[in-house]
């Protein structure tokens, strides 16, 4: 019986994870759609809103799973924080599945722009899904892109691990998401120009899958022709690791005792079965 439910909360928790990451990436590859191939907005507005996507995405999941929406913050708290090694591929895999139905949402809804932007489905709307060094027009090669989403994701790892740290200055469980919806907004505006900060590995695969199921065929290598798609999966990851590092032992050890450490919004280590 104890096993029948735990395994019904596992799902649960996998179903929150696919939904939130879902609403995540149909604000964040709609608005690149917008602003690519119809020509409304900039880049403020994809920043914008990727950061409220981020932000509505973890309002929908958090209190289920902990609204990870990335599996780099998933491994991440299961180095750092406790959260449970059994349930870091479950939760990724659920994570890339929603990015991936969401892209195919953008990529059907758009697609009379998108083809009219560009007829061959090449380069030039290549990154309304996926990223691509220096977004794909400027001097930045793979090992920099590579530098980029490390520095990148463990930016996001320390403010992320600060901002759900009650023994720090915590918003609190019905804040947290928006702040970490302004983290992400700050990211883009300061990071974006390497590597398109995609600093989630299943923002960016799931994504560039549907993209290339559905006719980029250069979705997986870069505008120099290179393999390209391991970049925003690997760097993000290390870049969590130093990141959930960084904070850990140069932050946390230091903070008041007393008061009890959490990891996410609303239950992230033991989200709700």
């Not at 995405?57 to 609204?67: N, P, Q």
């Not at 691990?161 to 200055?169: G, H, P, S």
Request: proline share 6%.
């Amino acid at each position: 019986m104890v096993r029948s439910l735990k395994a019904r909360g596992l799902v649960g928790e996998m179903a929150a994870e696919f939904v939130g990451t879902m609403i995540l990436i149909l604000f964040g590859c709609g608005v690149v759609a917008q602003v690519v191939a119809a020509g409304i907005g900039d880049h403020d507005s994809i920043a914008w809103a990727w950061g409220l996507g981020v932000t509505l995405g973890v309002y929908v999941a958090s209190r289920i799973s902990g609204a990870h929406l990335n599996p780099a913050v998933t491994i991440a708290l299961a180095v750092f924080k406790g959260f449970e090694w059994r349930k870091v591929a479950p939760y990724a895999v659920a994570q890339t599945a929603g990015a991936f139905l969401a892209a195919l949402l953008v990529r059907w809804n758009y697609t009379e722009v998108l083809n009219a932007k560009d007829p061959g489905l090449t380069i030039k709307t290549q990154g309304v899904f996926s990223t691509l060094p220096g977004n794909g027009t400027l001097p930045v090669g793979d090992w920099g892109a590579f530098r980029d989403q490390i520095i990148g994701t463990a930016i996001l790892l320390i403010v992320l691990f600060a901002i759900t740290d009650l023994r720090n200055t915590s918003p609190g469980p019905n804040l947290a998401p928006v702040v970490v919806g302004f983290l992400v907004v700050a990211i883009g505006m300061a990071w974006g120009t390497d590597a398109g900060y995609a600093i989630n590995p299943a923002r960016d695969f799931g994504p560039r899958l549907a993209s290339w199921l559905t006719g980029y065929d250069t979705a997986f290598t870069d505008q120099y022709g290179f393999p390209y798609w391991w970049i925003p999966i690997v760097g993000p990851i290390l870049g969590a690791l130093v990141g959930g590092a960084i904070y850990k032992y140069l932050i946390e050890r230091f903070l008041p005792a007393g008061d009890p450490l959490d990891a996410m919004p609303a239950k992230d280590l033991e989200p709700a079965n």
